[in-house]
């Protein structure tokens, strides 16, 4: 058996195309949604992130604006600077690219995103209204999972799902938005014993840890789902994932490669988020 592919990158194309009405209802209606991107410092990896943020914005008709600060900025200029941007009528979406200097706390700068704002869906109120199942912003990557699963018709309603890792940008916010669809939740993570016997088990893994091919056929359920956010750089500067692609994908149902998986449909559901924000703002109800 071979697992089929779930094509983030055609599916991420289909969400954009979808945008470009919704943002002609918008531009109809006398708004033009915003993103607005600060960067902090030079981290090469950051810039690119930004650069396809902003080129992703321009195809679907999305106004961007990329503040750049230096990497020594101080705590209060990034403060003042999001107070500015949170108080811009034309500004529907706020993003501070991370991660940031050490000097920055990263927690305090998320919090001071208006939350009505934060289209990354990292504010405690987004978590909080996530946790209770009323989400007013999805974290991008975790919703554009979510979309993938619905693009294959996948069955999440009392299936075993473990989601391999437990940050708040990923791993916590996917186990919620997976219960909410009413599937039995697992969160493994750097400290759980005989990890192979939970991932055996599961009909559907989410692997974000950042770990190289931590997931081998011999760990995955014959027909599982399987779904990888990692990524992480080899030597020689190649993309891959946490999952081992060529060996997983003769055990699996489905799989999603790295690059050309999760990647594409964050992006998509960042600007997904950003024309609701304006949508809001606008009293326009989405189809």
Same mark, same amino acid.
């Given at each position: 058996?071979?697992?089929?592919?779930?094509?983030?990158?055609?599916?991420?194309?289909?969400?954009?195309?979808?945008?470009?009405?919704?943002?002609?209802?918008?531009?109809?209606?006398?708004?033009?949604?915003?993103?607005?991107?600060?960067?902090?410092?030079?981290?090469?990896?950051?810039?690119?992130?930004?650069?396809?943020?902003?080129?992703?914005?321009?195809?679907?008709?999305?106004?961007?604006?990329?503040?750049?600060?230096?990497?020594?900025?101080?705590?209060?200029?990034?403060?003042?600077?999001? /107070?500015?941007?949170?108080?811009?009528?034309?500004?529907? /979406?706020?993003?501070?690219q991370t991660p940031l200097p050490k000097h920055l706390d990263s927690?305090?700068?998320?919090?001071?995103?208006?939350?009505?704002k934060d289209v990354d869906g990292l504010h405690a109120?987004?978590? /909080?209204?996530?946790?209770?199942?009323?989400?007013?912003?999805?974290?991008?990557?975790?919703? /554009?999972?979510?979309?993938?699963?619905?693009?294959?018709?996948?069955?999440?309603?009392?299936?075993?799902?473990?989601?391999?890792?437990?940050?708040?940008?990923?791993?916590?916010?996917?186990?919620?938005?997976?219960?909410?669809?009413?599937?039995?939740?697992?969160?493994?993570?750097?400290?759980?014993?005989?990890?192979?016997?939970?991932?055996?088990?599961?009909?559907?893994?989410?692997?974000?840890?950042?770990?190289?091919?931590?997931?081998?056929?011999?760990?995955?359920?014959?027909?599982?789902?399987?779904?990888?956010?990692?990524?992480?750089?080899?030597?020689?500067?190649?993309?891959?994932?946490?999952?081992?692609?060529?060996?997983?994908?003769?055990?699996?149902?489905?799989?999603?490669?790295?690059?050309?998986?999760?990647?594409?449909?964050?992006?998509?559901?960042?600007?997904?988020?950003?024309?609701?924000?304006?949508?809001?703002?606008?009293?326009?109800?989405?189809?």
């Amino acid at each position: 058996m071979t697992a089929r592919i779930i094509d983030g990158k055609a599916l991420a194309t289909e969400v954009r195309k979808a945008l470009v009405a919704r943002v002609a209802r918008l531009n109809a209606a006398g708004y033009r949604p915003g993103l607005a991107v600060i960067l902090v410092g030079d981290d090469p990896a950051s810039a690119i992130y930004v650069r396809n943020k902003a080129v992703a914005c321009e195809q679907v008709g999305i106004r961007s604006w990329v503040d750049r600060l230096p990497a020594d900025a101080a705590e209060i200029a990034l403060l003042a600077r999001i /107070g500015q941007l949170n108080a811009d009528p034309e500004v529907h /979406g706020v993003l501070v690219q991370t991660p940031l200097p050490k000097h920055l706390d990263s927690a305090k700068v998320v919090e001071s995103i208006a939350f009505e704002k934060d289209v990354d869906g990292l504010h405690a109120t987004n978590a /909080g209204l996530t946790l209770m199942g009323k989400p007013y912003f999805r974290s991008c990557t975790p919703y /554009g999972v979510m979309k993938m699963l619905e693009s294959i018709n996948a069955t999440i309603e009392g299936r075993h799902a473990l989601v391999l890792g437990r940050s708040n940008m990923v791993g916590k916010p996917m186990a919620m938005l997976l219960l909410a669809a009413n599937a039995t939740v697992t969160i493994a993570h750097s400290k759980t014993r005989d990890l192979a016997l939970y991932t055996r088990a599961a009909d559907i893994l989410v692997a974000a840890v950042g770990r190289s091919n931590l997931v081998t056929a011999e760990m995955v359920k014959p027909g599982a789902i399987v779904i990888d956010v990692g990524t992480n750089r080899t030597p020689e500067g190649k993309l891959i994932g946490d999952v081992d692609f060529e060996n997983v994908k003769r055990v699996a149902g489905w799989i999603s490669p790295v690059p050309g998986g999760v990647g594409p449909m964050t992006i998509a559901m960042l600007l997904t988020n950003t024309v609701e924000a304006a949508e809001r703002r606008a009293g326009i109800h989405a189809h």
